[in-house]
């Protein structure tokens, strides 16, 4: 999860849950909903992870019999962000050098990507790991992509342009 990212659903799987077994995210109470006795549900707010770091998930539930489960680490890391340079051939890994027309193009930044992923299918995926990037409103096809790189086939339709709008998704 990166900070800014927005709301998301936290999925908490474990055994011997109760309709008041709870959630705590990083110490906090958070709305749970019971699903199953192996199966809660929270969402999570924004504000919850508006910082860097590690968080920490756990459950409680009630006596009699009930206790602390263990603690789960949860990252946060920093939006995606990648210097105006940070586009560059994947042949030549010249600067100065913007992909051709379906060449290979190269992204360096931090916190591109949650996990590293190769692509195993042709026609190469327009999302591969939960990461899609797009270039003047256009999905690039990914090879690609880790917390520090992703490689991509640069869109045809951009040839000649010198000047790129490009927005990650994760």
Do not use: H, K, R
């Amino acid at each position: 999860y990166a900070v800014g990212g927005g709301y998301f659903s936290l999925t908490v799987n474990g055994t011997g849950f109760t309709p008041a077994s709870q959630i705590l995210f990083n110490g906090a109470n958070v709305f749970t909903i019971y699903l199953s006795p192996t199966l809660l549900w929270a969402n999570i707010f924004p504000t919850s992870v508006a910082t860097v770091g590690t968080f920490q998930i756990s459950v409680t539930n009630p006596s009699p019999g009930g206790g602390s489960s263990v603690t789960v680490s949860f990252p946060v890391v920093g939006a995606p962000s990648f210097p105006a340079n940070g586009i560059i051939s994947g042949v030549t890994f010249d600067p100065t050098q913007l992909p051709s027309a379906a060449g290979i193009g190269s992204m360096f930044g931090v916190n591109l990507a949650p996990s590293t992923v190769f692509a195993s299918t042709i026609p190469l995926p327009t999302t591969l790991g939960g990461v899609s990037i797009s270039i003047n409103g256009i999905l690039a096809p990914l090879f690609f992509v880790s917390q520090g790189q992703i490689n991509f086939q640069f869109p045809w339709e951009l040839v000649g342009l010198t000047q790129l709008n490009v927005t990650i998704t994760d």
